[in-house]
């Protein structure tokens, strides 16, 4: 990559819009893939389980290992979450910082903010009554301590990394607008 190819990078960087709704997609980003994740750990589980207590499978050492190694990867979905929260905060505040955000937009962006956090506090109650089904049991709070705490308290975060956007959105020295 030449020159030209890192100043026509950094055009395309320039161009790129950020917005409130970054928000939204984050959001919604998260709730699905930790509903996912829970899913998809539940059904290794069972799966895992099965396959243990059938002599055909389970009649070599590599297969038990295996399996065994499996669901413990599947403990490391909760860890993904965290990591795509702090790495859409990140995201939110780079490109609110790039883009020149006009301060008489700013209550446009808190109005929908607050639609956002509405939306969230639906995930939130969502999350609660998928987890707390007797058929999960314990899963939650064996293997998702970090998402069932993110996303029980989601409008809370919504909340705090929307202001976070505004303020590095509209807040930013005359300068850089």
Same mark, same amino acid.
């Given at each position: 990559?030449?020159?030209?190819?890192?100043?026509?990078?950094?055009?395309?960087?320039?161009?790129? %819009?950020?917005?409130?709704?970054?928000?939204?997609? #984050?959001?919604?980003?998260? !709730?699905?893939?930790?509903?996912?994740? !829970?899913?998809? &750990?539940? =059904?290794?589980?069972? !799966?895992?389980?099965?396959?243990?207590?059938? =002599? $055909?499978?389970?009649?070599?050492?590599?297969? %038990?290992?295996?399996?065994? /190694?499996?669901?413990?990867?599947?403990? %490391?979905?909760?860890? +993904?979450?965290?990591?795509?929260?702090?790495?859409?905060?990140?995201?939110? +505040? +780079?490109?609110?910082?790039?883009?020149?955000?006009?301060?008489?937009?700013?209550?446009?962006?808190?109005?929908?903010?607050?639609?956002?956090?509405?939306?969230?506090?639906?995930? =939130?109650?969502?999350?609660?009554?998928?987890?707390?089904?007797?058929? !999960? @049991? &314990?899963? $939650?709070?064996?293997?998702?301590?970090?998402?069932?705490?993110?996303?029980?308290?989601?409008?809370?975060? +919504?909340?705090?990394? @929307?202001?976070? @956007?505004?303020?590095?959105?509209? #807040? %930013?020295?005359?300068?850089? /607008?």
């Amino acid at each position: 990559m030449g020159i030209g190819g890192i100043g026509s990078l950094l055009e395309k960087t320039m161009n790129k %819009k950020g917005d409130v709704m970054d928000i939204a997609y #984050a959001m919604v980003f998260i !709730f699905i893939g930790a509903v996912v994740f !829970f899913i998809s &750990t539940f =059904s290794y589980d069972k !799966f895992a389980d099965q396959a243990l207590n059938t =002599s $055909v499978i389970n009649s070599s050492n590599v297969t %038990k290992t295996s399996i065994e /190694q499996g669901r413990e990867n599947t403990e %490391k979905f909760d860890y +993904i979450i965290f990591v795509l929260l702090i790495a859409f905060v990140l995201a939110i +505040i +780079i490109t609110g910082w790039l883009v020149g955000g006009n301060p008489i937009f700013a209550f446009i962006y808190f109005i929908v903010l607050v639609i956002l956090v509405a939306v969230s506090a639906i995930f =939130s109650f969502t999350w609660n009554k998928l987890t707390t089904t007797a058929l !999960f @049991g &314990t899963l $939650v709070a064996d293997k998702f301590p970090a998402i069932d705490f993110i996303l029980s308290n989601f409008p809370v975060f +919504i909340a705090i990394i @929307g202001f976070i @956007g505004l303020m590095v959105m509209f #807040a %930013k020295p005359a300068l850089q /607008q």
